[in-house]
C-alpha cells in the first residue's frame, strides 16, 4: 500500500545531536527524526527507526515548519527520548547563559 501525503501545518522542535556524523533530530509528534537530506530550501527526514523498523514515516519541513508527512510509524512514539533531548538542550542552555565572573 502506498502511504498518503498530508500536509500538516504547526512548529516542530530541532535538536543537535552529538554524534559521530554531527546530525540533527526533529520531534514531530512524539516521534523523532533524523534528516536526511536539503534540497531548495527544504529539509526531507526520515523516521529514526527506519533501519531498525523499517518505519515508513518521513516529513518535509522549510526553516522549523512541517509542510509535509507521509507514512505511518510502526513502533511505539519516542516520549522517553524527547523528553531526554528536551532536558538536556535546557540544562545546555543553562550552561551557557551562566557567564564566568570577570575579574
Known amino acids: 500500500m502506498l502511504a498518503e501525503s498530508r500536509v500538516v501545518a504547526g512548529e516542530a522542535y530541532v535538536f543537535p545531536v552529538d554524534s559521530s556524523r554531527g546530525g540533527i533530530q ?7 527524526f533524523s534528516r536526511n ?3 531548495n530550501g527544504r529539509s526531507f527526514w526520515r523516521c ?5 523498523s523499517r518505519c515508513s514515516a518521513r516529513c518535509t519541513t522549510v526553516d522549523t515548519t512541517v509542510v509535509a508527512t507521509s507514512g505511518e510509524h510502526n513502533h511505539e512514539p519516542h516520549k522517553d527520548k524527547i523528553s531526554f533531548l528536551k532536558t538536556r538542550v ?10 564566568s565572573p570577570s575579574w
Open 26 to 32: 526533529l520531534a514531530l509528534e512524539n516521534y523523532l
Open 37 to 39: 537530506r536539503q534540497q
Open 90 to 99: 535546557f540544562m545546555e542552555s543553562l550552561s551557557h547563559s551562566r557567564a
Open 48 to 52: 529514526i527507526e527506519y533501519h531498525r
